[in-house]
């Protein structure tokens, strides 16, 4: 078995290295029980020391040059040679404990897929309450975060991948057919949740919220147009870092 890590990043050189660092020991769990690995960043037209900083840290680097992050997961996948792909965030990490449970659901034999509940890196109030109502609408839908995907391989390429139509929200994109892929084995999409994913939180800084609530509004009542739009997408988008 091998487990190919892929890692979209644009401009990630603030926090790529503590998640390059995490991903590193958590792989550990792999190790122990015989199975490959491999670390793929995808350098997404960074103008920074992204590709540098991934390199360094002896990761492979491709790179895609349009700036779209379904695009930068898509290309890290293609150079992928793992069984089974997990997809992280670049300003994420996660554990040893995380791995060692998608390890399990892999040997288990009854699911395509899965992610993980989410933990972010602050106290503030709002933002634990945004990331309790998502993880519990998670877990009952079996939607997964695009912070950390896992996904067998020939799974993620019969069914094309992530969608280049979506600038954010292509992780519920892939979800659904990822979902429908799975009745029609019978098999499950798992959503793990006794070792959360540790992710930034840094959205709640960077932009007011004002911001972040307009498009949070957007995106309930227009999800298409909202997230199928750069522009409309632009806490992703316009740089700040």
């Not at 503030?124 to 839908?141: D, G, K, M, P, Y």
């Not at 840094?202 to 498009?215: A, D, I, P, S, W």
Request: aromatic share 10%; hydrophobic share 40%; charged share 25%.
């Amino acid at each position: 078995m091998k487990i190919s890590i892929i890692i979209p990043a644009f401009n990630e050189e603030k926090l790529l290295g503590a998640t390059l660092r995490s991903i590193d020991t958590a792989l550990v769990s792999f190790r122990t029980i015989g199975w490959e690995t491999e670390t793929i960043v995808c350098d997404n037209n960074s103008t920074d020391a992204t590709a540098e900083i991934a390199r360094d840290a002896g990761a492979k680097v491709v790179f895609e040059p349009i700036n779209q992050i379904a695009r930068a997961r898509n290309c890290g996948a293609a150079a992928a040679t793992g069984d089974w792909l997990i997809f992280v965030d670049g300003d994420s990490c996660p554990s040893a404990e995380l791995f060692s449970d998608v390890a399990k659901v892999i040997q288990s034999g009854k699911a395509i897929a899965g992610g993980s509940t989410v933990r972010l890196d602050t106290a503030n109030v709002t933002a634990r309450f945004l990331t309790q109502f998502w993880n519990a609408t998670s877990r009952i839908l079996h939607w997964v975060a695009g912070s950390f995907i896992f996904c067998d391989a020939s799974v993620f390429r019969k069914i094309g991948g992530f969608s280049t139509e979506f600038f954010t929200g292509e992780e519920l994109d892939l979800s659904k057919r990822l979902k429908r892929y799975a009745r029609s084995e019978k098999k499950k999409i798992v959503i793990l949740s006794k070792h959360p994913l540790l992710t930034s939180a840094r959205k709640m800084h960077l932009y007011r919220r004002g911001e972040l609530g307009k498009f949070l509004l957007k995106a309930f009542f227009r999800p298409n147009a909202t997230m199928k739009s750069r522009e409309a997408s632009s806490p992703w988008y316009d740089g700040r870092r």
